[in-house]
């Protein structure tokens, strides 16, 4: 059927309606829908708000930066353990970095500057040397961050030259732990025994400490005789190289008193080796292989440091100087011989 094009009479606005009232119509309806997504939008980025908002008041963890020496070393895997216990005690993020080598020491420069771009509110640090790590500790500083010192003391001097405060420090009597083994190396030995002394670096507080501690037990028991005293920079190839080199000289050596366990094993393999079972050999750390060879008599003694301990009550201090509690200048951890 063919209709006949719509003039503007009655019957056409009662065939489409009332055009004004259509617009008029469309018009509301669009505003409500336009209204509701509105309410809808806003709602929406309100929600997103109040969870930025609660996100914002929510407190950030203080950062607590770990910069130890080596983890080829069990020690300082020990030490890490007591450091993130503290860490969980206290509530704080513990961030752990380290070396690959005992003596790199622009290693850990190179880590705390690093992070020093990330942020840190404190560091506890086990320094690979007392003095060529004070340039980048001057720096955290400056940059208002708190610091603390484990196992191998800053050299005070030096840190005070370059304008740091007191630095509270945690570890060990070194030096006692160092006359303990040495004194009891001494009594096992027989008038005239012939001694090596394997040093860490000289530039190490703590190896120095250790050494004079062994040497003055040595020298204490009349008879004995102090034939070397050389560095193997806590390594176990330098200790075996180093020891080799002293039997060359010294084939009727008797005894050898290192610095740590590291180079002590150096020693153990070297005796292995060559069927020296009646050497006295002692060490320093009680890392688990320094456990194993006491309790199998290949070595006679070692010290431990408590390396756990240390870890903890590092991030403890850094902690309390964080929420502005007195902290102890130096805070010393038992030492305990460890015999068959």
């Known amino acids: 059927m063919h209709h006949a094009p719509c003039t503007k009479s009655a019957s056409c606005y009662s065939y489409y309606g009332n055009s004004d009232t259509v617009y008029a119509m469309a018009i509301r309806f669009i505003s409500a829908a336009l209204l509701i997504v509105g309410n809808l939008w806003i709602s929406g980025c309100d ?61 850990q420069a190179e880590l705390i500057e690093e992070q020093l771009n990330i942020g840190f509110d404190a560091l506890v640090i086990a320094p690979a040397d007392s003095i060529a790590i004070i340039p980048v500790l001057r720096r955290v500083h400056e940059a208002g961050i708190k610091i603390v010192n484990v196992d191998n003391q800053i050299d005070r001097a030096a840190a005070e030259q370059a304008g740091l405060p007191v630095i509270p420090f945690v570890s060990v009597d070194n030096y006692e732990g160092g006359f303990l083994a040495g004194q009891y190396l001494a009594s096992l030995a027989s008038p005239g025994a012939k001694v090596l002394i394997l040093e860490g670096p000289r530039s190490a507080v703590n190896a120095r400490q250790r050494r004079d501690g062994a040497r003055d037990a040595f020298l204490k028991q009349q008879g004995l005789e102090i034939v070397d005293s050389l560095v193997a920079d806590w390594k176990l190839e330098q200790a075996y190289a180093r020891t080799s080199h002293v039997f060359k000289e010294h084939p009727d050596l008797d005894v050898v008193f290192a610095a740590n366990d590291m180079m002590a094993l150096g020693t153990v393999l070297y005796a292995q080796e060559n069927g020296l079972d009646q050497l006295l050999i002692g060490g320093y750390d009680n890392i688990p292989d320094a456990s194993k060879a006491v309790s199998e008599g290949r070595l006679k003694v070692t010290v431990d440091q408590q390396a756990d301990q240390q870890g903890y009550h590092g991030v403890m201090a850094a902690t309390d100087l964080l929420q502005g509690k007195p902290v102890q200048p130096i805070v010393l951890v038992d030492v305990m011989l460890i015999t068959q």
């Not at 020990?78 to 003596?103: D, F, H, I, P, W």
Request: net charge negative; glycine share 4%; aromatic share 4%.
């Open 47 to 107: 929600s997103k708000t109040d969870e930025r908002d609660t996100l914002a008041t929510e407190p950030a963890k203080p950062r607590v930066l770990l910069v130890m020496k080596s983890l080829v070393n069990p020690f300082y895997i020990a030490m890490e353990k007591g450091a993130r216990q503290a860490a969980e005690e206290r509530g704080v993020e513990l961030v752990v970095k380290s070396g690959t080598n005992e003596t790199l020491v622009e290693q």
